[in-house]
């Protein structure tokens, strides 16, 4: 029975062809959530490994991919690992230095879509648990996987499924979700997120004549790129502040304890223009403005914008009728998806854009964690032992999730841990994982899971 922290690692890596094959067979299959039948497959291979470890496993079909609900062990408290085996797609295979489908592994690597977000934390974690089941024969506690297959594209099906199925989470006592990009810092600190910004992602859409016309009739016929250009002039000015005044004035600032957190994690300005080169950050933020700006405050962001002739070297003189933009608004508290959305459609009624046309498209609610539970002691304290350090923690990723449909709702505190690191390529070509990280995962849950045990059950 493995004790010393370094047998554990040894442990766990003598049963590396086992997880490399479990590995490879879920990242073999392009499961974009807009693929039916390659989320399908996914979900049987995903279900075979989990009753594997003897675990009862529940299919939900949904209005999309389905759910997977998978309990295992027994105890006064239950542990929900949350995870999505949907990946994004990989566009052009000639960016990436390996078949995206087909893992790679180099001396401290593996490549492959899907290796770091979000199928390798699920392999990870699966191993974990079946490691320790083959060396201690029983769980501490209730384990439940949860896994969805729509989380790429905002998790549409998830605030129906939790209110048909409140019970199901009734007595989830804590949850960790998948530690991705940025999980280890570049300072090789582990941050563990506690909460999600909101997010409401919408499409707006400006129409003109019923076709398309020469641009010499720009003197009588309205362009609807001009319309939107001006419409979206209101919405946000050139000092980045959002000018929707229900917006501005309902956001909750941060609470003292939130800041007082927020002051411990490390946030390199100099590091983050590097890294994207960029030779300035929005309004030259610096240290703890920066940090402040980047977690506390709302944004509203072009994600994309189109008109008429986009051909690269066509000349077309015309006026097009139809314009069209992508925002993305990232939420804090007391901004609901639907007080934004609101508030939008009456800012254009209010500035003489009523023909500005607004389509929902991702509604994700703010989540969020009492920063008090006794979970987030007991994780610092396995974490330093399986890293050598403490991890710092963050309030709030700048980045959406589903947190508050599976968690936040039901009071169920929620903490970060995972495979991934600051290299890790999310949603890009040659997104991989250390292989290292990998087994320093698995070992986390492993001890994780021996703590629990070694005090009964009990977080405190």
Known sequence: MPTAMSELYKFLKQKNNTYKTWLQDVCSVPSVATDK???RKVVDSLGELLLSIEAKVTIYETESNPVIWAEVGEGDK??????????????????????????????????????CDCKGNIIANIFAVKAYLDEYGKLPCRIIFFLEGDEERGSPTLEKFSSKNKKLFSDVDFC??????????????????????????CELEVTGANTPVHSSLGTLIENPAWRLVWALSTIKNEKDEILINEITENAVPPTKKEEEVLKKWP?????????????????????????????????????????????????????PNK??????????????????????????????????????????????????????????????????????????????????????????????????????????????????DFYKHMEFVFSFLENLGQKGGKVT
């Not at 509604?363 to 330093?384: A, F, H, N, R």
Request: one cysteine or more; proline letters at 6%.
């Open 176 to 201: 960790m979700f998948p530690g991705e990009q940025n999980y280890i810092d570049p300072a090789e600190n582990n941050v563990v997120t506690v909460g999600y910004k909101g997010c409401y992602y």
């Open 37 to 39: 039948d390659s989320c």
């Open 78 to 115: 239950t542990f929900m690992i949350y995870g999505h085996y949907d990946v994004q797609p990989v566009d052009d295979e000639n960016a990436w230095n390996s078949s995206p489908y087909k893992i790679k592994e180099t001396k401290d690597k593996y490549y492959g879509r899907g290796v």
């Open 267 to 319: 946030f390199d300005t100099d590091k983050v223009k590097k890294q994207y080169s960029v030779k300035k950050l929005i309004g030259d933020v610096l240290g703890y403005a920066a940090k402040k700006k980047h977690i506390f405050e709302p944004t509203c962001t072009v994600c994309g914008i189109w008109a008429g002739n986009t051909g690269e070297g066509v000349v077309k003189t015309i006026v």
């Open 323 to 436: 314009a069209t933009v992508k925002l993305d608004f990232r939420l804090v508290p007391n901004l609901t998806p639907d007080f934004v959305e609101n508030a939008l459609r009456n800012h254009l009624d209010e500035n003489g854009f009523a023909d500005v046309t607004v389509k929902n498209l991702v509604k994700l609610p703010v989540g969020y964690s009492d920063l008090d539970s006794p979970i987030y002691k007991t994780v610092s304290s396995v974490m330093k032992d399986v890293y050598g350090k403490e991890p710092k923690y963050l309030v709030r990723s700048p980045g959406g999730g589903p947190q508050y449909y599976i968690c936040s709702q039901f009071g169920v505190p929620v903490f970060t841990a995972g495979v991934g690191y600051y290299g890790s390529k999310v949603h890009a070509p040659d997104e991989n994982v250390r292989i290292n």
